[in-house]
């Protein structure tokens, strides 16, 4: 496991994060995350100190992690998108997979340990019907 548990968590900058340019959202994916318990803390840390290989994709226009009021409930990662088509863009780049890279590995080492994956995902994607 990569360490993060040290870098300084950088939520506070979620505040000063531009707004999404909402009137050019065209396409919304939204990634539901359970996390184990014991992951809760590691899962944080990555997304404080997430990659940014998505942000100089073209088409993307913004994201947020939304921690859940309720214990037990999933985090969800929504990104929004100018189109489908930029989305499934940067799914098949590198990109998606240097962002993903020290999330990917933790799934391989619980896998190789035989344990239980730490987190699981379902992807929902979604068009925009009204604003
Ligand atoms: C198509 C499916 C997925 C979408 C739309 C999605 C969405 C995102 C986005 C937008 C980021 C930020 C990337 C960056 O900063 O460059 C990210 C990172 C991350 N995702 Fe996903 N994701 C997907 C699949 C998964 C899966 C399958 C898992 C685990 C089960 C996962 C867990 C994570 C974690 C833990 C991070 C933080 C990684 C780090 O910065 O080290 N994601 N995801």
Redesign the pocket.
Known sequence: MIGVMDAPCQLEALSQAPLPKMEQTGFV?I?T?HCQPHYQER?EC??C???????EMPGFLA?HVLKPGSEGEPYL?V?YWESEERFQAW?GSE?FH???????AD?KAAKDAGQE?P???T?RTYSVLAR
Do not use: E, K, Q, Y
């Open positions: 994916a990634n995350i899962f990555l997304f100190s997430r990659v940014r290989a998505i942000d994201m990662v990104s799914v990109a240097a962002g993903h890279a020290r999330a990917f799934l994956p987190m699981t995902s992807l």
